[in-house]
T-cell receptor
């Protein structure tokens, strides 16, 4: 158990819908990262937050957004869902945004029908 | 751009055999970190090791060992006396600086699916 929690574990929804994935980092970690794992793209970095502020963006679609709240939990919002958005979404956390090991949560498996 | 190559897509070995998973990376950074993560069938990503680019000493942890060679840009992972519980997908990853704040993301290889046959 990494100490990073993610909810829900599974999510099944329809095209065009909007979902929110939630992540709680390890105690003491200020930095949160979101990654997407899909069959065709592999594991890809989406976005990073540090102590409530967005610090870096990767291959994140405009339909996707995220935020980190004062209690340091983070939410990833996915809207206008398409079939291709079906993937495993991971949240990771680390103490600092650079050089520290990122510990991953169990992931949320999103299925878009 | 940074790149991590895991040329072995799938490997199957009989239990108790030794197996080595290859990882080759490309980076322009002089300081970087290399990682190995394990993804068992349950799906989570489990951290195994982090290696600083300035530390080329090999590391051993139980049945696991890692060989880092900067000259060949490789960071290989060996499992000795494999067990069925080692069956998983293993990912090699490279840290990449992505902002002036010093933030880093991980660039992952495509993974190697290891199956240990009882």
């Amino acid at each position: 158990d990494s100490g990073v929690t993610q909810t829900p574990k599974h999510l099944i929804t329809a095209t065009g819908q909007r979902v929110t994935l939630r992540c709680s980092p390890r105690s003491g970690d200020l930095s949160v990262y979101w990654y997407q794992q899909s069959l065709d793209q592999g594991l890809q970095f989406l976005i990073q937050y540090y102590n409530g502020e967005e610090r870096a963006k990767g291959n994140i679609l405009e339909r996707f957004s995220a935020q980190q709240f004062p209690d340091l939990h983070s939410e990833l919002n996915l809207s206008s869902l398409e079939l291709g958005d079906s993937a495993l979404y991971f949240c990771a956390s680390s103490v600092n945004p650079s050089t520290d090991t990122q510990y991953f949560g169990p992931g949320t498996r999103l299925t878009v029908l | 751009a940074q790149k991590v190559t895991q040329a072995q897509t799938e490997i199957s070995v009989v239990e108790k055999e030794d197996v080595t998973l290859d990882c080759v990376y490309e980076t322009r950074d002089t300081t970087y970190y290399l990682f190995w993560y394990k993804q068992p069938p349950s799906g989570e990503l489990v951290f195994l090791i982090r290696r600083n680019s300035f530390d080329e000493q090999n590391e051993i942890s139980g049945r696991y060992s890692w060989n880092f060679q900067k000259s060949t840009s490789s960071f290989n992972f060996t499992i000795t006396a494999s067990q069925v519980v080692d069956s998983a997908v293993y990912f090699c990853a490279l840290s990449e600086r992505i902002s002036n704040f010093g933030n880093e993301k991980l660039t992952f290889g495509t993974g190697t699916r290891l199956t240990i046959i009882p």
